[in-house]
């Protein structure tokens, strides 16, 4: 059974830059689609982008300015940086296997608050 | 961007009863429609990809229906395990995108 877990901060600082990494195991990273999708308290799903195993990238246009997504297939895992966060920033941020289509194997999400 | 709407905010339903839930595109997805069941504190769960097809171990109680830019989920008797909320998502065209959702709660 795939599994992802996502890691890093949960208390980023206005301006700075937010960074997650997500682990994926039960599966090799490679050959697939993983994406980076938030939910702000209370408010809908937003996908933010999707990485391939080969790093090609496709980020959603409303974000795309500030993200930048990476793979490291050594390591079964890819990443993904926000620059210039704001409170509006504030999300669970979940990674997911998927891209291409829908999103079948999820993280359980992790809470970033953008404050100082 | 296609815009993904969802007419009730709220649904309340009785244990048993039917749920008909319903999603509409701003434009054409084709088939391109999954539906995700969310519980408080989880991630988003597959029920139902290519706008009716079951994912792996979704019970039959669940079904999906439609195509080009109007999908309804249902639910045909609402166990206490489906009170939730209730996201589609279309994957026709980048950026993919949500609707807002709709919850399921107890009448």
């Known amino acids: 059974q795939v599994q992802l877990q996502e890691s890093g901060p949960g208390l980023v600082k206005p301006s700075e830059t937010l960074s997650l990494t997500c682990t994926v195991s039960?599966?090799?990273?490679?050959?697939?689609?993983w994406s980076w999708i938030r939910q702000p308290p209370g408010k809908e799903l937003e996908w933010i982008g999707f990485?391939?195993?080969?790093?090609?990238?496709h980020y959603n246009p409303s974000l795309k300015s500030r993200v930048t997504m990476s793979v490291d297939t050594s390591k079964n895992q890819f990443s993904l940086m926000l620059r210039s966060v704001t409170a509006a920033d504030t999300a669970v941020y979940y990674c997911?296997?998927?891209?291409?289509?829908?999103?079948?194997?999820w993280g359980q999400g992790t809470l970033v608050t953008v404050s100082s | 961007e296609i815009v993904m709407t969802q007419s009730a905010a709220t649904l309340s339903v009785f244990p048993g009863e039917r749920a008909t839930l319903s999603c509409r595109a701003s434009?054409?997805?084709?088939?391109?429609l999954a539906w995700y069941q969310q519980k408080p504190g989880q991630a988003p769960r597959l029920l139902i990809y290519?706008?009716?097809t079951r994912d792996t171990g979704i019970p039959a109680r669940f079904s999906g229906s439609g195509s080009g830019t109007e999908f309804t989920l249902t639910i045909s008797s609402l166990q206490s395990e489906d009170f939730a909320v209730y996201y589609c998502?279309?994957?026709?065209?980048?950026?993919?995108?949500f609707g807002p959702g709709t919850i399921v709660d107890i009448k």
């Open positions: 997911a296997r998927g891209g291409s289509s829908y999103f079948k194997f």
């Open positions: 039960g599966d090799s990273i490679s050959y697939y689609y």
């Open positions: 990485i391939y195993s080969s790093g090609s990238t």
């Open positions: 434009q054409s997805v084709g088939s391109n």
């Open positions: 290519d706008a009716s």
């Open positions: 998502q279309q994957y026709n065209n980048w950026p993919f995108t």
